[in-house]
């Protein structure tokens, strides 16, 4: 619940090969011991949970696949790469630049098309006096190792990918429908841009953060 404040290689169906999809989970720069290597990250989680339709799971729904397909190329586009593949969900990790700002402008230049790209299949979808999709995307920035870490990934504090994962699930019940950025990357573009386009929604809280995580907003309607 949001607490409002004062204040790859293009296939046909990507979703069959989910059995060899990566399952390997992130760490933070503390939990260095483990011997995983680090990288500065920005995570995008897109979530397509929460939906008034039949299917969550865009292998069993062609509109939704041939959305997946074309925003696999967005990401591209914008030097992300599709890390993890689940039924309902997928992560992108962006950190094909050494410049951390760099590495969150594409990431939430990346959701905006995303959105824009879901805008123009629901017009489609209303004219055929049918249900819109609503999909969660949600977008935080910190290091993530390059091999598997040794630790439970449940018991990390301040995991982009976590973060990232946790926020995109608030299309459910938010406000308003939104890609939703950490306080993480909202604070990596105070010099771009886009840092006037991000307003401050609320904060949330999830284990096992121990404080709560301020959550921005880049609104787009449906």
């Not at 992130?26 to 989680?45: E, I, V």
Request: one cysteine or more.
């Amino acid at each position: 619940m949001i607490t409002q404040l004062k204040q790859h290689t293009h296939i046909d169906n990507p979703f069959d090969t989910l059995s060899n999809k990566n399952t390997s989970k992130p760490n933070d720069d503390k939990n260095a011991h483990s011997g995983a290597r680090f990288s500065f990250a920005t995570a995008l989680h897109v979530n397509f949970k929460g939906n008034q339709i039949q299917y969550d799971c865009p292998a069993q729904n062609d509109e939704l696949l041939t959305y997946f397909n074309a925003v696999q190329e967005t990401i591209e586009q914008y030097g992300g790469r599709i890390s993890e593949l689940d039924c309902d969900s997928f992560l992108v990790l962006f950190d094909n630049s050494e410049q951390a700002q760099r590495n969150a402008t594409d990431a939430i230049l990346a959701a905006k098309e995303m959105m824009a790209q879901l805008v123009t299949l629901n017009k489609s979808r209303k004219l055929r006096d049918k249900i819109p999709f609503r999909i969660g995307i949600g977008i935080s920035s910190g290091a993530v190792p390059q091999h598997p870490p040794t630790i439970k990934f449940e018991e990390i504090q301040n995991n982009p990918i976590n973060t990232a994962s946790y926020i995109s699930t608030l299309n459910k019940n938010a406000p308003v429908h939104a890609v939703y950025v950490s306080k993480q990357t909202q604070s990596l573009l105070k010099n771009s841009p886009l840092y006037d386009h991000l307003a401050l929604l609320g904060q949330t809280q999830f284990k096992p953060q121990e404080t709560p995580v301020h959550i921005y907003a880049l609104i787009h309607s449906i």
